[in-house]
């Protein structure tokens, strides 16, 4: 059964960057498109980004696109979001997703498996 966790969140100021990691472990990584979703205080869970499992395709959500670069490394069983030009409304928690097969999804009910996620907070 694969796992996932997040790392590399934080505190960043207004016009930053932050690269967020996801860990895998318990099967192959290159079997999984990984999807990266957020949810603010009080807000739905939404799509950030994601990628097929050998990373061919990417695809972004409005608010990431030009900013935001998603991608992988199945050697490393690591997955990636890097961010630029933060603001502070990216602020919220962040989790990474993987669902078994080549395909990916900006659509947090294709994904049955979750990370606990990573507090991103943009202030100055």
């Known amino acids: 059964q694969l796992q996932v966790v997040e790392s590399g969140g934080g505190l960043v100021q207004p016009g930053g960057s932050l690269t967020l990691s996801c860990a895998a472990s318990?099967?192959?990584?290159?079997?999984?498109?990984i999807g990266w979703f957020r949810q603010a205080p009080g807000g739905e869970r939404e799509a950030v980004a994601c990628i097929t499992n050998i990373g061919v395709k990417t695809n972004y959500a409005n608010s990431a696109k030009g900013r935001f670069i998603i991608s992988r490394d199945n050697v490393k069983k690591m997955g990636y979001l890097q961010m630029s030009s933060l603001k502070p409304e990216d602020t919220a928690i962040y989790y990474c997703a993987a669902n078994p097969g080549y395909f990916c999804s900006l659509s947090k009910a294709f994904y049955p498996y979750w990370g606990q996620g990573t507090q991103v907070t943009v202030s100055s």
């Open positions: 318990g099967a192959p990584l290159n079997t999984f498109a």
